[in-house]
């Protein structure tokens, strides 16, 4: 019997498992088992922790799969328990059932009043019936211990807002537990508006109060309300056309009492009298521009601004619920908050009806800064699909047109919209729908290459995107799926599209942009990954806050987005140029621990990285974000 050498036995098992259909090519040194990759983790990185890079046990069984079977993020249906689980599991799937609660409770029982903290306790709105606590040192005495020697709030603004709550006041705090001022940094920044699309509390009080005046949407209903009471009524009015024509028309109101009932305050111009129509409107000239996709969780603004660094021309806001925007619920009105570096900006918004969409565009066109507002007519889970939002609208073309036509009408900004290619697998309608969008009056439409029953699984049908392309002409079509290269961007600007919007793409490596404009691959080190975290945390630190509430927040969208980072791949690594997005990494070791750390898809090593950047957590803490990530890479 002829005997292999070892070295040739390693190559062909590495080529082995770089030819298994739907994994990554990783070259043949840096494979391992599975067993090796956690030993050498949980051996910190030491030598003689039992890792043999490159065994004939590269590719566990459980990884071999069949290409057909594979998601696009790499994750087979056999594996997800498609066909193996049970019907009840089945039915629970991706729905985050048990998602455990992550809101910290402990630091609610001994926490300060904010107008303590803020040096102004004789204002406290609550008076004595106030729960928090009033005594400082009581306060200081049950207080945990600071994460840190500096704080990011202090050392950037010169003064720390949270003062003597901040997890790092040590920073900042002199005697009698003043709060340090830095007079020369605070002067620096004085009169700067650096977070904008705040929620005031007069406006807060308006819209619980129902007193917010919503004249132009109220018009264009009541022209809805005629056109559908009446059948010799004119259809609904084309683009440019002004909606509340017929109604200032009408024999029971002349043109002299409307203009007398209009309060105005200094010199009335045109626009206060004249309605711009759609051709007069502020043009989005966005064309062959990078789109930051609105990502749902992880789109945060700490996250827009780490993209915005590297390159990114156009940010979204979240999804944001017009009926909550509408009650004045602060968490959904955080969603639209738009940092001074992003300058060209927009806002997503969802629902199912005409009143409460038309009236949310005309809030928000009174009362925000935004370049842009997009309709979500994409989102696929059910919670939004099943109240008629989302996918469902483009089965809903009555509705759709009202809802396009009545935001149109009220807002001074260009409308766009982001469709599917559908809500079945197999049967494609937006090349349908796309020619009404453009006849509604919507200035740009996004094509996700995915039906609603794909949700983010198969390939993304580029040849599709390209018809639409043509339908929409001379309206601009952006498209979006499976951008993880500058060789995916070019492919996909050979297209015909208008321009590309990148989702999760720029959530596995937020430095594609730069890749793009650059058209090189970045062979990035495990420290600048590290540094871009350090980044996001800073900048999480800042949105979020410093105190401990602001801390947990933080760490909590930093395990949301590293279960997206360890998808990706270092450049050295691979045997060939690009990754694709729906390649499974398989399990191998980097080129020093980091980097092999930061290729983990235990929530356990997630927590590890978010330590080293805040602070260690108690073990009840992490039993419960164990719980969480487990759910998080089930959903995904």
Not at 402 to 410: A, D, K, L, T, Y
């Amino acid at each position: 019997r002829h005997v292999v050498p070892a070295p040739r036995v390693i190559a062909a098992c590495g080529s082995m498992a770089a030819a298994v259909a739907g994994v990554a090519p990783v070259r043949a040194r840096f494979l391992a088992s599975k067993e090796q990759f956690h030993a050498y983790l949980r051996a910190g990185g030491q030598p003689g922790s039992g890792q043999e890079v490159g065994s004939c046990q590269s590719e566990p069984p459980a990884k071999r799969v069949r290409l057909e079977d594979l998601g696009q993020d790499g994750e087979s249906q056999e594996d997800a328990g498609a066909e193996k689980e049970p019907a009840e599991r089945k039915r629970a799937r991706g729905q985050n059932k048990n998602r455990p609660c992550m809101k910290p409770n402990h630091y609610e029982q001994s926490r300060l009043c904010p107008s303590v903290s803020q040096g102004c306790a004789e204002k406290c709105y609550f008076g004595p019936r106030c729960r928090f606590l009033h005594d400082i040192g009581e306060y200081m005495a049950a207080k945990p211990a600071d994460l840190g020697h500096s704080c990011v709030l202090f050392e950037t603004f010169g003064k720390c807002i949270y003062g003597v709550t901040c997890r790092f006041a040590q920073a900042h705090l002199g005697d009698g537990y003043q709060n340090i001022v830095n007079t020369d940094l605070v002067k620096q920044w004085e009169g700067k508006s650096l977070v904008r699309n705040n929620l005031s509390k007069d406006l807060q009080h308006q819209l619980r109060k129902r007193k917010f005046s919503f004249k132009k949407a109220d018009e264009y209903l009541r022209t809805l309300a005629t056109t559908h009471d009446s059948p010799k009524c004119p259809v609904l009015p084309e683009r440019g056309e002004d909606p509340k024509t017929d109604a200032l028309q009408s024999p029971g109101l002349t043109g002299g009492e409307e203009a007398s009932s209009i309060k105005t305050v200094g010199p009335v111009t045109d626009e206060d009298i004249i309605k711009l129509r759609s051709c007069e409107k502020k043009k989005l000239e966005i064309q062959g521009k990078l789109y930051l996709a609105p990502l749902t969780t992880c789109g945060n603004l700490p996250f827009r601004r780490i993209c915005k660094r590297f390159g990114a021309d156009v940010t979204c806001g979240e999804m944001a619920v017009c009926t909550n925007l509408l009650q004045g619920q602060s968490s959904e009105w955080a969603l639209l908050k738009r940092h001074h570096t992003e300058d060209i900006f927009g806002v997503q918004l969802e629902g199912a009806f005409p009143d409460t969409m038309t009236k949310c565009a005309e809030l928000l066109n009174q009362t925000i800064e935004v370049d842009f507002v997009d309709i979500n007519v994409g989102c696929p889970i059910d919670l939004v699909y099943k109240k008629g939002g989302g996918c469902a609208l483009m089965t809903r073309s009555n509705k759709f047109e009202q809802i396009v036509r009545g935001m149109n009408s009220v807002l001074d900004v260009p409308l766009t919209v982001k469709i599917r290619t559908g809500v079945q697998e197999k049967i494609n309608v937006a090349h349908k729908i796309i020619p009404k969008i453009r006849e509604w009056g919507a200035s740009m439409v996004t094509l996700h290459g995915r039906s609603r029953e794909q949700r983010y699984t198969r390939g993304a049908d580029w040849d599709y995107i390209a018809e639409c392309a043509k339908i929409a002409s001379p309206m601009p079509l952006f498209g979006n799926g499976d951008i993880l290269s500058y060789e995916d961007a070019n492919r996909a600007m050979q297209m015909g599209v208008s321009g590309i919007m990148i989702a999760r793409g720029a959530l596995i490596k937020p430095w594609l942009f730069t890749e793009i404009k650059e058209q090189r691959h970045w062979d990035i080190s495990s420290s600048e990954r590290f540094d871009i975290l350090k980044d996001f945390t800073n900048y999480g630190l800042e949105h979020w806050g410093s105190d401990t509430q602001g801390v947990e927040k933080t760490r909590k969208f930093l395990l949301e987005w590293l279960s997206f980072l360890c998808r990706y791949i270092p450049v050295g690594l691979l045997e060939h140029l690009p990754q694709k997005i729906n390649e499974r990494p398989p399990y191998y070791m980097g080129r020093d621990y980091l980097e092999t750390l930061m290729a983990s898809q235990n929530v356990d090593d997630w927590i590890k990285i978010s330590s080293q950047l805040l602070f260690p957590i108690s073990w009840k803490q992490r039993l419960a974000k164990i719980e969480h990530g487990y759910s998080l890479l089930w959903f995904c």
